[in-house]
């Protein structure tokens, strides 16, 4: 970004006057619109191109160039081979960025990676709000959102996602009241909000019954004490 700084009026001469609009100009055509990305998407197929988009914006969103791992991205080709990304049919089926340091927040712009099955992003310092775009990604399966710094609420949107099975959101900074829409998530077996804001009742919709065969996490026991009679809390192991 470039920065200018007020000083005092300066005299120049009629030459160096005339240069000064051709510089500035020569400046403005080197830039990228902010529009599009650092990254050229334009030899994908129309699906793959969208799909680039989004895997782009992530990146650059994320503070890409500060991962601890962030091999192929946005030099390879074919997105297939950057780091953390698994394919099926050319296109990105999962994403593991899990304990990577991802800084800053994840773009709306995620949901152009319409065939995402598996996204784990969990363990790192990502911010900001959990993008609603997520209720449309219509494949989804796991969602492992966990230990971050999300806050704002629940969107509401992810109810929406028929497919989901795990949805890890706890240890964030996630304030509101637990969505009723999630009662809409016939697949979901595992669900994780301990370890942040939320307030207000459990939706009676939403099924939060615990397996018994795995053990309470430390600071979930008290939390299954404000559960509906009958209903407990689901817990799984890190293994998905």
């Not at 619109?33 to 782009?56: F, H, M, T």
């Not at 074919?78 to 049919?89: D, H, Q």
Request: glycine share 10%.
């Amino acid at each position: 970004m470039w920065w200018t700084t007020l000083r005092s009026p300066q005299k120049y001469s009629l030459p160096a006057l005339l240069l000064l609009p051709l510089a500035f100009a020569a400046c403005e055509d080197d830039s990228i619109s902010p529009d599009e990305p650092g990254y050229d998407c334009s030899a994908q197929s129309e699906n793959g191109r969208r799909e680039c988009l989004g895997l782009v914006a992530l990146f650059e969103g994320t503070n890409g160039p500060g991962w601890e791992d962030s091999s192929g991205w946005l030099a390879d080709q074919s997105p297939c081979s950057w780091f953390g990304a698994t394919c099926e049919g050319g296109s990105v089926t999962e994403l593991d960025l899990s304990h990577n340091n991802l800084t800053g927040s994840i773009p709306p712009e995620l949901e152009y990676v319409a065939g995402l099955e598996t996204l784990r992003m969990w363990s790192n310092q990502l911010s900001g709000s959990i993008p609603p775009e997520f209720g449309t990604l219509p494949d989804l399966k796991v969602a492992l959102l966990d230990g971050n710094q999300f806050t704002g609420p629940i969107p509401s949107e992810l109810g929406n996602l028929s497919s989901l099975e795990h949805l890890w959101l706890a240890g964030n900074q996630l304030t509101g009241s637990i969505p009723a829409e999630l009662g809409n998530l016939s697949s979901l077996q595992g669900l994780f909000l301990y370890s942040n804001q939320l307030t207000g009742p459990i939706p009676d919709r939403v099924d939060v019954r615990i397996l018994p065969r795995f053990p309470f996490p430390p600071n979930l026991e008290s939390e299954s004490s404000r559960c509906p009679s009958g209903r407990q809390r689901r817990v799984h192991h890190r293994s998905l």
